[in-house]
Every structure is written in C-alpha cells, then in structure tokens.
C-alpha cells in the first residue's frame, strides 16, 4: 500500500530503514492472507482464519464493537479505555504481536488498477485498525478532525514515552507517531493517507 511497508523503523528517532533479513518479508503472490490464534496479554483470544486486509480490518473493528457492547461503557471516555485495553502494545488488536507472526507478514488488500495484488503487513494492519476504531469511538456530536486531534495528540505522547522518541512528528497528522503506524492510524480514520 506503501513504500515504507516494508521498512523497519527506528522509534526513537522516527528514521526509516530496511533489513533484508527481516523474517515475514519473503512471501508468495498466492498466499496473502494470515490465519491462527490473536493471544493478548490480558488472555483474550480468537481463531482467526485466512483473512486478507479488509477481512482482518472487519474483525478488528467487529471485536471492538462486541467488547463495547458487552462492556457498556458509558461514555465517550470509557469507549476510549476500551481502545486503549484492546490495542495497548501485546492486546489482541495489537494484531503485529498478538497473532505469533512476523510484524512484517505480508496481507492482501485487494488489487491494482493493473490486476497486481495491493500488499501491506499485519504491523500496518493493527495501526489502521486502530484508526477504524478511534472513529467508531466518536461521539456524533464531535467534529471527526476536532476528535481525530484530541485522540491522537494522547495516543502520541504514549508513544513518545515508550519509544523514547525525540519528539519527532510532533504535529498534525501523527502528533508524535512514527510516520509508518501514524500514517496507517490516519488511513484507517479517514480511509486516505494525508496529503501535505
């Protein structure tokens, strides 16, 4: 979907860089869906089997609703504790580490204009997941770029403070992700990747 898909990046300083020895990179034209068991941290977990990009973000976003629902939380604010709970780093929509795979797992997301396959990789997947669910989260009564700000702005310092990042992408529209999963969090919210 990108050309960064594949590169590995360095949170700390944001940089962008490309191992040729990254397990996951190699994969077949053929085969671009992933299948097993998400585990999170906190013991959840769910089969998942032969899904591609839009089935894995329909699951992503359909796992988030069923927790809402079986929660009820309240409040726009519990709705976004339930966010944090279920995509935290080791969640199980932490989908880059929950499903035992390569980060870098390549994932078929439709085809080209020409018939060629669209690929990404399951990192990118839990990043635009967590987009998907940042706009089911908001309130109809919040502008969806006033929202988009206000959640992200949080969801950057956290980053920030795990990765010890030097305060790179400090503004719209990462607020302190990296530009790989801040892009991806901003294509699964606004379903395009920003434009300067």
């Not at 966010?83 to 199980?92: P, Q, W």
């Not at 204009?113 to 997941?129: D, F, Y």
Request: net charge positive.
């Amino acid at each position: 979907m990108r050309p960064c898909d594949f590169c590995t990046t360095n949170d700390a300083t944001g940089g962008l860089g490309f191992d040729k020895n990254i397990s996951g990179v190699t994969f077949n034209l053929n085969n671009l869906t992933v299948s097993g068991t998400a585990k999170g941290k906190s013991g959840r977990s769910a089969e998942l089997e032969d899904m591609d990009a839009a089935s894995l973000l329909e699951w992503i976003k359909q796992y988030y609703m069923n927790t809402i629902n079986g929660n009820m939380p309240g409040t726009p604010y519990g709705w976004l504790q339930v966010l944090r709970e279920l995509s935290a780093n080791e969640a199980i929509l932490d989908v880059k580490a929950s499903m035992g795979l390569s980060p870098y797992t390549a994932i078929g997301n439709g085809k080209n204009a020409k018939g060629k396959p669209i690929i990404t990789t399951l990192r990118a997947m839990g990043n635009m997941g967590f987009g998907a669910n940042m706009l089911l989260a908001k309130p109809p009564i919040v502008g969806k770029s006033f929202w988009y700000g206000a959640i992200m702005n949080q969801a950057g310092k956290y980053n920030q403070s795990q990765n010890g990042g030097n305060g790179y992408n400090a503004h719209y529209p990462y607020f302190g992700e990296h530009s790989y999963s801040g892009g991806y969090i901003y294509f699964g919210y606004f379903r395009q990747f920003y434009k300067k």
